[in-house]
Structure formats: structure tokens, C-alpha cells
């Protein structure tokens, strides 16, 4: 049973260790992922503020590293943050750190990973996530994951002078189970 | 202009919190729990005066925390705190935030509710300089919220289904989105 919830195909989800700075510490110089992780100014965090991180354990937030499975390497991480509990709704967050791992099925399986997590661990209702404009490989997976766009803060973003919108996507139990029982 | 008051309105003035005092009307307010869930607390409940003092302190803005003011809101001429309006989650590298205003009752939000709101997108766009903002609502008050702020000149930009569960059902989330270029074209036309 916790095979099923945590290993897929070509990915598992690995709790994080404290070594593991080092590969944050190098995703952190990848000036183009960083832009497409989060909307923060990017930086350069100390390897010990990364590891307090990592120790931090909190009872709102569920995280993990991603692994292949097929050599164990760490190729990028995700996360749930449940904001209300009586609301069974949680926010989503994924990033491939290693670029060589990006449009190959590994970051959509493991959100498939975290999502089966937040349904049937954590009985969430709904999934939610948001993620850039000019992020559209990330939004086509979100997709096949079962994901819908249900609107877009126009012209949030602004990037090196160019603005986009922040997609907002949604997932419901209901609609995650019927694409589910396809896939078993 | 540099010479428009941001903090006097026709009907309305925003001014700092007097905690102590301040303290006892959001209590009050808070018995309803449409008013106390927008203080964040989760889950919603009724605060007692030190927790709402505790909130107050929290919205008494630090000098250091550029990402977040709020103002109590009060009538001219009467000292009683009547509502708060907030300008939070500012991300200055993108130019946006989101923009509340919490009444204690519905009477005052309808009587000051668009003053209150209007001075708040004066302070967001005039000194903040901020290119958009949103504001955010829950489905329960949507005809509410749709009244308020689509007669402001916001969109409804987004719909997250189920997002919030209260009052024994679950309830969309609603998020308005307002540019400084469509305030400012409504300005000129009044």
C-alpha cells in the first residue's frame, strides 16, 4: 500500500535529507528554473537557512524530495500545503531542478504521486495550484494530471519587463477519482 | 496630485488603531463569523479581547514589513472603529497586491463600503504605485462582493471551485482583479 502512494514508474517520493543542499544550492544558480519555481526575486540562500528548512517539519505543509527510481538520483521536489483543514483543500508545489529530467513524464508523475497523497492520506477535496503564463509546458502537465484552469490574475507577473498572467488550476476529488480508475 | 488627501474622505477618515480601544468593537464583530474569518484565523471563531488585541498588533504595520498596511476605518467626527481596510500580500517585484475591507456589521459596510474601498484604490495605485490588484471573496457574499467591487471597476478573473467549506457546504472562491490603467480611465470619466 505505501508503494502505491509514494512510487510510480519512473519516480518515488523520498522524504528530504539534510545533504541535499548541495543540489538545492545548484538549482538555486539555474536563473531560468528559479523564474519558473516561484514569483519571489530569485536568491542565493545559504546552505544552512536550506537546512533549517529541511529540518522544519510542519503540521500544514506535507513535503518531499522526487527520485528516480531507476538510479535513486534527486532530480527536483514537491510539496502540499493544506491552508484549512475544515476546507480539505491544499496548494500544490513541484519543481525539476535538473533540467535534463524537464518534458519526459518525470515531473507529471510525480505530481500524480502527491495528488493520490492529498486524496486518499490526507481526504482532501480539492488540489489547488498556480503557475505562470509563459510556463505553458508546466500547465499542459498539470492537465494530464486532470487539473482545469479556472481562471487567470491578467498581467500579475512581471519578468524582465514582460508581463503574464498568473494561471490559477483546480482539481476536485470527484474528478481526480474518475481519472484515477482509468489508470488502475 | 501630491495634494490630495489620502486619509480624509467625504464621509469617512482611515486612521491608526487604538488598540486597547479597538480592541472591544472587533470583538464584537467577530461573533459573526462571515466578519471573524477574514481575520485568518482558522478555523473561524469568536475572539475574546486579547485575541482581537493580538490581531491589532498584528495589523499595526512594521516598519520593516513593506508587504503589508492596513487602516482602521471610522466616521468623521465619531471615534468608533467601523471597519478595516487592508493592502496585503504586496510583491513590489511584480507591481500587485490584494486589497480588503472588513466592516464590523452590514449596515456600515453598505452605508461606507464603496467610500472605503475607493479611498483604499487611491492609497494602492496613487502611493503604492501598484500596476494591479485583487481582492477576494467567497461565494456566500458573491452578489455582495460583485456589487461592491465590479461597481469599482474590477473583473472577475477567476473561480476556484469548492475552495472553502463554512456554514455547512462548500463554497467557490471568487478573486476580482483591478489595473491601475482601468482606474485611472474610470477617474477621467466621473
Redesign the interface.
Known amino acids: 500500500m505505501e508503494d502505491k502512494i509514494y512510487k510510480g514508474k519512473l519516480v518515488r517520493l523520498a522524504i528530504q535529507q539534510k545533504d541535499n543542499v548541495k543540489a538545492y544550492e545548484r538549482w538555486n544558480l539555474d536563473s531560468e528554473y528559479a523564474r519558473l519555481a516561484d514569483s519571489d526575486p530569485s536568491y542565493l540562500w545559504s546552505r544552512q537557512q536550506m537546512a533549517e528548512w529541511i529540518d522544519k517539519e510542519e503540521d500544514c505543509q506535507v513535503s518531499f524530495n522526487i527520485r528516480t527510481l531507476a538510479d535513486d538520483k534527486l532530480i527536483g521536489g514537491v510539496g502540499l500545503w493544506i491552508s484549512d483543514w475544515a476546507s480539505r483543500n491544499a496548494w500544490v508545489g513541484i519543481g525539476i531542478g535538473e533540467r535534463e529530467y524537464w518534458g519526459k513524464g518525470y515531473g507529471t508523475e510525480a505530481m500524480r504521486l502527491i495528488v493520490r497523497f492529498g486524496f486518499r492520506e490526507l481526504n482532501l477535496n480539492r488540489i489547488s495550484l498556480d503557475v505562470f503564463g509563459y510556463n505553458e509546458r508546466a500547465v499542459r502537465s498539470y492537465e494530464k494530471v486532470g487539473f482545469k484552469v479556472e481562471g487567470r490574475m491578467r498581467e500579475w507577473i512581471n519578468r524582465a519587463g514582460v508581463r503574464s498572467d498568473l494561471i490559477y488550476m483546480g482539481l476536485l476529488r470527484r474528478e481526480w477519482e474518475a481519472v484515477e480508475e482509468n489508470l488502475e | 496630485m501630491i495634494s490630495t488627501p489620502l486619509f480624509t474622505g467625504q464621509n469617512l477618515i482611515l486612521t491608526p488603531f487604538n488598540i486597547e480601544k479597538d480592541a472591544q468593537a472587533v470583538s464584537n464583530w467577530s461573533y459573526d463569523l462571515t466578519v471573524a474569518r477574514q481575520f485568518g484565523r482558522?478555523?473561524a471563531r469568536p475572539m475574546n479581547e486579547a485575541s482581537a488585541k493580538k490581531v491589532l498588533e498584528d495589523h499595526t504595520r512594521k516598519p520593516e514589513n513593506t508587504a503589508f498596511f492596513a487602516f482602521g476605518i471610522r466616521i468623521k467626527d465619531k471615534k468608533k472603529l467601523v471597519g478595516i481596510l487592508r493592502l496585503r500580500y504586496i510583491?513590489w517585484?511584480?507591481?500587485?497586491g490584494e486589497i480588503d475591507v472588513i466592516f464590523g456589521n452590514p449596515e456600515h459596510r453598505q452605508q461606507c463600503g464603496s467610500e472605503a474601498l475607493a479611498m483604499g484604490l487611491v492609497y494602492a495605485f496613487e502611493e503604492l504605485n501598484l500596476?494591479?490588484l485583487?481582492t477576494r471573496a467567497i461565494g456566500e457574499n458573491e452578489q455582495d462582493a460583485i456589487s461592491l467591487f465590479e461597481t469599482a471597476g474590477f473583473?472577475?478573473?477567476?473561480?476556484?471551485?469548492?475552495?472553502?467549506?463554512?456554514s455547512g457546504r462548500?463554497w467557490d472562491g471568487l478573486?476580482f482583479?483591478l489595473?491601475r490603467s482601468e482606474w485611472l480611465e474610470r477617474q477621467e470619466a466621473h
Open positions: 482558522n478555523p510583491a517585484n511584480h507591481g500587485a500596476h494591479r485583487n473583473t472577475l478573473e477567476i473561480r476556484q471551485r469548492e475552495a472553502l467549506f463554512n462548500f478573486i482583479g489595473f
